[in-house]
């Protein structure tokens, strides 16, 4: 399956410091098979569906191709979350603990709960050897005051 890595940050991005098919760990022990470029208009068709579709409505703002606004609401979005975990595991017990469905509902609740296969790439400074799912994101949002500019640097297709 294909889906998207979107390096985002607080600072705005250099270019040579963008997110790009080489970035990342990828075959053998790594979560991707492989990664690659996309070109320009994948990537603004991309995240205008990240912005407008794929985060909490409302939350975000897209301001241009490489820019969107936080507009607060992360408050709501956390008791959205914690109640979904509950209501996830509430269906766990001794006897289904070991279905995988089960158990694969609940960490996915806990651990991608926008429910996306986008991953999160959160280093300005392309450094990082990592992204992650979408809670890693969500907890950065958390620590993000409304109004706050975000910048979006490298954006590339992986598969797993």
């Given at each position: 399956?294909?889906?998207?890595?979107?390096?985002?940050?607080?600072?705005?991005?250099?270019?040579?410091?963008?997110?790009?098919?080489?970035?990342?760990?990828?075959?053998?022990?790594?979560?991707?098979?492989?990664?690659?470029?996309?070109?320009?208009?994948?990537?603004?068709?991309?995240?205008?569906?990240?912005?407008?579709?794929?985060?909490?409505?409302?939350?975000?703002?897209?301001?241009?191709?490489?820019?969107?606004r936080y507009n607060g609401g992360i408050e709501q979005w956390k008791?959205?979350?914690?109640?979904?975990?509950?209501?996830?595991?509430?269906?766990?017990?001794?006897?289904?603990?070991?279905?995988?469905?089960?158990?694969?509902?609940?960490?996915?609740?806990?651990?991608?709960?926008?429910?996306?296969?986008?991953?999160?790439?959160?280093?300005?400074?392309?450094?990082?050897?990592?992204?992650?799912?979408?809670?890693?994101?969500?907890?950065?949002?958390?620590?993000?005051?409304?109004?706050?500019?975000?910048?979006?640097?490298?954006?590339?297709?992986?598969?797993?």
């Amino acid at each position: 399956m294909h889906s998207r890595i979107f390096q985002i940050s607080t600072m705005q991005i250099e270019k040579n410091n963008y997110l790009n098919e080489d970035t990342l760990q990828q075959g053998d022990n790594s979560f991707y098979d492989y990664c690659a470029d996309i070109d320009d208009e994948s990537r603004k068709e991309d995240i205008a569906y990240l912005v407008n579709s794929a985060l909490p409505k409302g939350m975000f703002e897209l301001l241009s191709e490489d820019t969107m606004r936080y507009n607060g609401g992360i408050e709501q979005w956390k008791e959205e979350y914690v109640a979904n975990i509950r209501k996830k595991a509430e269906v766990l017990t001794a006897e289904n603990m070991l279905t995988w469905s089960v158990s694969y509902n609940l960490r996915q609740a806990i651990e991608n709960p926008l429910d996306v296969a986008y991953h999160f790439y959160l280093d300005g400074d392309g450094c990082q050897s990592f992204a992650e799912p979408s809670f890693a994101f969500m907890e950065f949002v958390c620590n993000l005051e409304p109004g706050t500019i975000l910048y979006i640097g490298g954006v590339i297709d992986y598969h797993f």
